[in-house]
């Protein structure tokens, strides 16, 4: 079977991580599905979805090591060709991607006890998101 879930979370923008493990396990809960696989994709080019242990220590690394990839005062072309202020979001979010699949096996995500899923809005101001979770299995 298929099962389309979705819902909103609110963010600070500016690199803020939330944790949306409980909300994925919700949605895959609500589907019945036993096993099989969830699809969790988050709606924007200026978000990401992905998994790391959620603690405040890799958030900042994470910060930093984006600072350094895509620096936020770096001249990029999306901003002289859109007078906007966000180049560096969408480099981040298309580097770690929008969205993540995983196994589901006995009616539970395939998880590390130290691995969460996370959201990150790495657009300049505060987004309402809305992420998708698409689940197939039986
Ligand atoms: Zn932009």
Redesign the pocket.
Known sequence: MVYSGRFTVSTRGNDHMLDITGMVEQAILESGVVNGIATVFVVG??AAITTIEYESGLEQDLKTVMERIAPRDAPYA??AR?R????H??IRASLLGPSLTVPIVSGRMTLGAWQQIVLIDF?TRPRTRTIHVQVLGE
């Open positions: 080019s200026t999306h901003e859109w906007d202020d966000n180049g979001s969408h657009d």
